[in-house]
Nanobody, 117 residues
Framework: QVQLLESGGGLVQAGGSLRLSCAAS????????MGWYRQAPGKQRELVAA???????NYADSAKGRFSISRDSAKPTVYLQINSLKPEDTAVYYC???????????WGQGTQVTVSS
């Protein structure tokens, strides 16, 4: 089992920045990649960005440019830097950890990001 603990969400004005963190614990040796998803009210959960423990990252088209994912493989912890926040970025952001072959997929509890205009 892998436990994920997110932090860094909050209320921020449009144009501001946030850095979300997600620390993994438990069977961390099984983790292949970690990522961030978000779910806005009334919408489906969607991928924002993901990164492998080897450092290969990928982003949703909507996240390219303002979002940056990074990781510390030793801990392991994944970070999501969000710049130039927009009201439409308001959502619950969930951390995700995936294992080879998607045998096990783990989710954090989520952290709320609210962007005021």
């Amino acid at each position: 089992q892998v436990q994920l603990l997110e932090s860094g969400g909050g209320l921020v004005q449009a144009g501001g920045s946030l850095r979300l963190s997600c620390a993994a614990s438990g069977s961390i040796f099984s983790i292949l990649s970690m990522g961030w998803y978000r779910q806005a009210p009334g919408k489906q959960r969607e991928l924002v960005a993901a990164i492998t423990m080897g450092g290969h990252s990928n982003y949703a088209d909507s996240a390219k440019g303002r979002f940056s994912i990074s990781r510390d493989s030793a801990k392991p912890t994944v970070y999501l830097q969000i710049n130039s926040l927009k009201p439409e970025d308001t959502a619950v952001y969930y951390c995700n950890a995936d294992t080879p072959g998607h045998q096990n997929v783990y989710w954090g509890q989520g952290t709320q990001v609210t962007v005021s205009s």
